[in-house]
T-cell receptor
Framework: DAGVIQSPRHEVTEMGQEVTLRCKPISGHNSLFWYRQTMMRGLELLIY????????DSGMPEDRFSAKMPNASFSTLKIQPSEPRDSAVYFC????????????FGEGSWLTVV | GNSVTQMEGPVTLSEEAFLTINCTYTATGYPSLFWYVQYPGEGLQLLLK?????DKGSNKGFEATYRKETTSFHLEKGSVQVSDSAVYFCALSDLANAGNMLTFGGGTRLMVKP
């Protein structure tokens, strides 16, 4: 299996621009997660989908952030408009249902907003 | 609610030293417990896990035992190597009370000097 695939791996954008991060989860995994990691705040859960339905988006920082999962094999995280404080590594992860099951992370999208 | 508390880092050790990273948890139900490792520039990956009390997870010389009486899952390694330098995250999964989400600790950075 190719694992969780994220794109782009690196993005540098100007403040005010729209940023779209993409994720392809592992086939057969029915839960998908978006995390953000910074030195200051550590690893934060932004949103969690189960069977393509958003279950918990309480971690989404504000209205500038939105996430969609139109089907079981694709999800996007969009920031519009972007701000310098959004600079972080954004991880997508997927997991099959089950308490003992492993969550698998992608390699992350490294976002810099200047 | 559920929570995971890890010792704050960084932990700095010399090569071949003994490692302990403490992890304690609070959970409503009967969680599964995990240790994840994050190497520089990469996503988190599973190091080991235990799904019930008194289970011991082990991998790559690392061990952790699920202690229900002390609500702990401390990570140990008898002799660390420079290549073990990474950030280590303790996590729990409580399917009955938190769905398919994992609750992560804040992470502990380990630095091993030659």
């Amino acid at each position: 299996d190719a694992g969780v695939i994220q794109s782009p791996r690196h993005e540098v954008t100007e403040m005010g621009q729209e940023v779209t991060l993409r994720c392809k989860p592992i086939s057969g995994h029915n839960s998908l997660f978006w995390y953000r990691q910074t030195m200051m705040r550590g690893l934060e859960l932004l949103i969690y989908f189960n069977n393509n339905v958003p279950i918990d988006d309480s971690g989404m920082p504000e209205d500038r952030f939105s996430a969609k999962m139109p089907n079981a094999s694709f999800s996007t995280l969009k920031i519009q408009p972007s701000e310098p404080r959004d600079s972080a590594v954004y991880f997508c992860a997927s997991r099959p249902t089950g308490a003992g099951n492993t969550i698998y992370f992608g390699e992350g999208s490294w976002l810099t907003v200047v | 609610g559920n929570s995971v508390t890890q010792m704050e880092g960084p932990v700095t050790l010399s090569e071949e030293a003994f490692l302990t990273i403490n992890c304690t948890y609070t959970a409503t139900g009967y969680p599964s417990l995990f240790w994840y490792v994050q190497y520089p520039g990469e996503g988190l990956q599973l190091l080991l896990k235990a799904t019930k009390a008194d289970d011991k997870g082990s991998n790559k010389g690392f061990e952790a035992t699920y202690r229900k009486e002390t609500t702990s899952f401390h990570l140990e390694k008898g002799s660390v190597q420079v290549s073990d330098s990474a950030v280590y995250f303790c996590a729990l999964s409580d399917l009955a009370n938190a769905g398919n989400m994992l609750t992560f600790g804040g992470g502990t950075r380990l630095m091993v000097k030659p």
